[in-house]
């Protein structure tokens, strides 16, 4: 059975941080590529970063320079380092794997972890 569980969520004040982290079973980790997104009440999901199975890492312009996405394939976790947090940042954090060959395709979400940024 393939599990995506999030973990590191919490409250932290405006300006904190916190480490997020996906734990994967089931999946041939090392060949996904992951990514973390959010959901805060009353938007649509969107993408925070993605890391691809080079550890290439790409970002929503609205987190570039404040977090950073990481892997351990060894470990077949995925973290997201969140640094000077805004209010804005505040949203249920998914975990997201996904991989792509000719003619199809693989993905899984997990259950996600909240995050409030609030004084």
């Known amino acids: 059975q393939v599990q995506l569980v999030e973990s590191g969520g919490g409250l932290v004040q405006p300006g904190g941080s916190l480490r997020l982290s996906c734990a994967a079973s089931?999946?041939?980790?090392?060949?996904?590529?992951m990514g973390w997104y959010r959901q805060a009440p009353g938007k649509q999901r969107e993408l925070v970063a993605t890391i691809s199975t080079g550890s290439m890492a790409n970002y929503a312009d609205s987190v570039k320079g404040r977090f950073t996405i990481s892997r351990d394939n060894a470990k077949n976790t995925v973290h997201l380092q969140m640094n000077s947090l805004k209010p804005d940042d505040t949203a249920v954090y998914y975990c997201?794997?996904?991989?792509?060959?000719?003619?199809?395709?693989?993905?899984?979400w997990g259950q996600g972890t909240q995050v409030t940024v609030s004084s």
């Open positions: 089931g999946i041939s980790f090392s060949i996904y590529a």
């Open positions: 997201r794997a996904e991989r792509y060959w000719n003619g199809g395709s693989a993905g899984y």
